[in-house]
């Protein structure tokens, strides 16, 4: 007994099926384009770079896109965009664009946008452009509202005080005294 098999038909309609399986996939493609370049963009998982809980630095670090971290840092923080999660903690100033605080802070913070958000604390002053703070959350220093946050040259320091020029050391002129005219007598 011989079968035939279907084998070369399946081949057949496959090939000419190809060109409207190409244009469904390339139609496909163009509406994934459309819907990207039509959303924000969003962080991926992973994209940030990130200090784990069990991890504690001593030092400055300068992170050139967005950065979490979940640990212990002692030092300068400079990164775009930076979340501080619940647990950690931070002593040393933190610069960037936008900073999450959800964790502590105790030192100066940086940044055009500050939010504190599910108790996070910052102990010290903040140099911000905008800046909100959720019921939870604790801030003591001072807030000061500044155009350009993240360049240290432009903004006061951490008091808000600028001290004046001082003037040399002159000694004062001596005025004259009315007692001195008084003893001597009226002039004539």
Do not use: W, Y
């Not at 664009?97 to 903040?126: S, Y």
């Not at 002159?170 to 004259?176: D, E, H, I, M, S």
């Amino acid at each position: 007994m011989f079968f035939k098999s279907k084998a070369p038909e399946k081949d057949k309609n496959a090939a000419a099926n190809a060109p409207e399986v190409m244009a469904r996939m390339v139609q496909q493609q163009h509406s994934v384009v459309e819907q990207v370049a039509a959303s924000p963009p969003v962080p991926k998982a992973g994209t940030a770079s990130c200090i784990g809980s069990g991890m504690s630095i001593i030092g400055n670090i300068e992170c050139n896109g967005a950065a979490q971290v979940f640990g212990r840092i002692e030092g300068e923080l400079r990164a775009s965009d930076l979340l501080i999660g619940d647990g950690a903690q931070v002593e040393g100033s933190v610069i960037a664009q936008d900073v999450t605080v959800c964790g502590r802070v105790k030192g100066t913070v940086r940044a055009v946008h500050v939010k504190l958000q599910n108790g996070g604390a910052v102990e010290g002053d903040i140099f911000h452009r905008s800046l909100s703070i959720d019921e939870n959350s604790q801030f003591e220093g001072s807030s000061r509202r500044v155009e350009n946050p993240t360049d240290l040259s432009s903004s006061v320091d951490a008091k808000g005080l600028q001290k004046a020029p001082q003037k040399k050391d002159v000694a004062p002129v001596p005025l004259p005294s009315i007692d001195a005219e008084l003893a001597d007598g009226p002039k004539r």
